[in-house]
Nanobody, 127 residues
Framework: QVQLGESGGGLVQAGDSLVLSCAAS????????MGWFRQAPGKEREFVAA????????YHADSVNGRFTISRDNAKNTVYLQMNSLKSEDTAVYYC????????????????????WGQGTQVTVSS
């Protein structure tokens, strides 16, 4: 069973950049497809970005496409979320998630497809 731990959150100003990291332990990282989700106060947890187990395929939500980039380093058991041009509406708790990847190019974009979750890291963007 894999354990996930997010880091890198904080308080930034609109227009700033931030990189979130999610370190995995307790499993073979390269067999898991990974995703980032976020949850703002009073809202449902929503999909942000996903990456296949090999890292060769990625998918980003329309709301962050062109500003956020998901990547992974299987040698370091870590997935990243590079966030540029941050907006106040990006304020949320960000969670990474893992699920068994059934092919090198498969990624998953719904909450129900993910089995393992981290505890989350807060990102606050002031305008």
């Amino acid at each position: 069973q894999v354990q996930l731990g997010e880091s890198g959150g904080g308080l930034v100003q609109a227009g700033d950049s931030l990189v979130l990291s999610c370190a995995a332990s307790g499993g073979t990282f390269s067999i898991y497809a990974m995703g980032w989700f976020r949850q703002a106060p009073g809202k449902e947890r929503e999909f942000v970005a996903a990456i296949s187990r090999s890292g060769g395929s990625t998918y980003h939500a329309d709301s962050v496409n062109g500003r956020f980039t998901i990547s992974r380093d299987n040698a370091k058991n870590t997935v990243y979320l590079q966030m540029n041009s941050l907006k106040s509406e990006d304020t949320a708790v960000y969670y990474c998630a893992a699920t068994m990847g059934y092919g090198d190019s498969y990624y998953y974009s719904t909450r129900d497809e993910y089995k393992y979750w981290g505890q989350g890291t807060q990102v606050t963007v002031s305008s």
